[in-house]
């Protein structure tokens, strides 16, 4: 329905040709949103020409869910066999990927919590004074279940930027409001971007879990909004990810390109970063979670896509219980928040930094004093040791 006409031709003549030459479906392991699947085009031309003049679907509610325009792509539901095959036909079709899941990086219950002994993050009286901006005219787009905008730590700083998945515009989870209070809210640690704002880019259910086309289309929005900004000084924070998907690489790296920074959270399966998307983005902040005594928690991912170990282990912070309420989890997803507001922090004081300058930059001012339990020794042999720091 929202393609139609001129190539409807196509569908006929096809078969007096012989069979089109069909790109393959990319496979990939793990749930999948049924009959959803993100197509990538050679380039945005072949796109164009396909939204223009591509096949008429002969299945109804086969249709184009998303036009992303940071990637030469599309989600589509394809609801039979036929309207996939047109679309594996079309000439200018690169790649077609099931619209696989994502989900929230986070842990619930470990077992043998330690008790939170010391703020460790804590910023040097020395440390604060320098810090005279506080992230003040940064923007981080957190890219996650939404955010509760009304609790009382963001004092009218977090606000609703978009909503890509039919959900309400509520954080009925709580994760994303958690990480917009490690992120922007100096209650809470490492509280060093307390000027700085958050815009709530919800992509996943309340139940913490979300198709990679919203994902995507979150990431679209994001460096869009970023692009027509004033400033231009932006960060996009995501606590979540799912198993390999080139599309939403590509969507964050196409980002990164424009000049929008990103921390991603590298993943709770204690598996190299390398097996999860889109914290496998090599130019991306991949953060991995180190508990209070600066040792890599059980949880976390590892290997040498880690730019930087930061704290992910009882961390407290922003709830949507109440304007006052606050709770303690752990996560890879509680980490990548915490660098995002270091870097919020960094941008205020120092300036526009690209990526690139600003991830070294994270690095150099990082410091070597994460270990490895002894179990860990594989992941502490491919791993940086390297602890992040405001600076
Ligand atoms: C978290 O909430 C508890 C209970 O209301 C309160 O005592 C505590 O001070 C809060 N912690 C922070 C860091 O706000
Ligand atoms: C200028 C300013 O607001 N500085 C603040 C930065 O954040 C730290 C930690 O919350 C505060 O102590 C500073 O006063």
Not at 166 to 190: L, R, V, W
Not at 201 to 213: E, H, T, Y
């Amino acid at each position: 329905m929202y393609l139609r006409a001129a190539l409807g031709a196509f569908v006929l003549v096809a078969p007096a040709w012989g069979a089109p030459t069909l790109v393959p479906i990319t496979k990939h392991a793990g749930s999948v949103k049924s009959s959803s699947y993100i197509v990538t085009f050679q380039d945005a031309a072949s796109k164009n020409a396909f939204l223009k003049t591509g096949p008429t679907f002969a299945q109804s509610g086969s249709s184009v869910t998303y036009n992303y325009e940071i990637i030469p792509a599309t989600a589509m539901v394809l609801n039979s066999p036929e309207d996939l095959r047109l679309v594996q036909g079309f000439v200018g079709v690169k790649s077609i990927e099931p619209d696989s899941i994502a989900s929230i990086h986070y842990e619930v219950g470990l077992d043998g919590v330690e008790v939170l002994d010391h703020q460790p993050s804590a910023p040097s009286p020395e440390q604060l004074e320098k810090r005279w901006d506080n992230g003040s005219g940064v923007t981080i787009y957190g890219i996650d279940t939404g955010i509760y905008v009304e609790h009382s730590c963001f004092g009218g700083r977090a606000k609703w930027g978009a909503t890509f998945g039919g959900y309400a515009d509520k954080d009925g989870n709580g994760h994303g409001t958690h990480t917009a209070g490690t992120a922007i809210c100096s209650d809470f640690e490492p509280g060093v971007a307390g000027k700085a704002e958050m815009l709530a880019v919800k992509v996943l259910s309340d139940a913490g879990s979300g198709a990679i086309s919203d994902v995507i289309a979150g990431i679209d929005w994001s460096a869009k909004h970023f692009q027509s900004s004033a400033s231009k000084l932006a960060i996009a924070t995501m606590s979540l990810g799912g198993l390999p998907n080139d599309a939403v690489d590509k969507a964050v790296q196409s980002a990164i390109d424009m000049g929008l920074h990103f921390t991603i959270a590298a993943g709770n399966s204690n598996a190299d970063a390398s097996t999860s998307s889109p914290a496998r983005v090599q130019s991306a902040n991949t953060i991995g979670a180190v508990d209070s005594k600066k040792q890599k928690a059980s949880f976390s991912n590892y290997g040498a896509l880690i730019d930087v170990w930061y704290y992910g282990v009882d961390v407290v912070s922003a709830w949507i219980d109440g304007p006052d309420s606050n709770k303690t989890l752990s996560g890879t997803s509680m980490a990548t928040p915490g660098v995002a507001a270091l870097l919020a922090s960094a941008l205020g004081n120092y300036g526009q930094m690209t990526p690139e300058d600003l991830s070294n930059k994270l690095k150099e001012q990082a410091v070597d004093e994460v270990t490895f339990a002894p179990v860990d020794a594989p992941a502490m042999v491919v791993s940086t040791h390297k602890l992040a720091q405001p600076w």
